[in-house]
């Protein structure tokens, strides 16, 4: 009967933590566990970060980026200066040209005409087609300067 005095006299906050406190039989705090969620999440999170990085940083090896022969293609028209929507349709002709290097066309100017009005012909849209054939003259004049520019189809 004592005991129920002393308790009766404590503060209500000390005795509803006192009875919490025996009916609790968990031995950790949920501090605890969400602490430790939010570790693992960034374990995992720094783990993906890493391997992306690695992938990107082995993607751009020089090694690997001549293997790919549209790649060789993009870095040709990079040296050759040609701006970025005129590259991204020729990234299309290299794709659209069937010769397992692309780079091949800039060796013989018949074989770049070939190509070059083959794929212009098979093209449809004719917004596309207008400016197919104008980053296709402009790869022409760059790539063989001082030949007169290919026949408009």
């Given at each position: ?23 609790d ?10 602490g430790?969620?939010?570790f693992?999440?960034?374990v ?14 082995i ?9 790919n ?31 397992p290097?692309?780079?091949?066309v800039?060796?013989d ?39 007169l ?5």
């Amino acid at each position: 009967m004592m005991r129920f005095a002393l308790l009766a006299q404590s503060p209500y906050q000390n005795r509803l933590q006192g009875l919490r406190g025996a009916f609790d039989d968990r031995q950790s705090n949920p501090t605890d566990v969400t602490g430790f969620i939010v570790f693992f999440g960034c374990v995992i999170a720094v783990a993906v970060i890493w391997i992306f990085v690695r992938k990107m940083a082995i993607r751009r090896r020089p090694e690997n980026g001549h293997s790919n022969p549209v790649r060789h293609f993009d870095m040709i028209l990079r040296k050759m200066g040609i701006g970025l929507r005129d590259r991204l349709i020729l990234k299309l002709f290299a794709r659209g040209v069937s010769l397992p290097n692309p780079s091949l066309v800039f060796f013989d100017e018949e074989v770049f005409d070939r190509h070059a009005d083959r794929w212009i012909d098979e093209l449809g849209f004719a917004p596309i087609k207008r400016r197919a054939r104008a980053g296709v003259d402009l790869l022409r004049s760059r790539a063989f300067p001082g030949s007169l520019p290919s026949a408009e189809t």
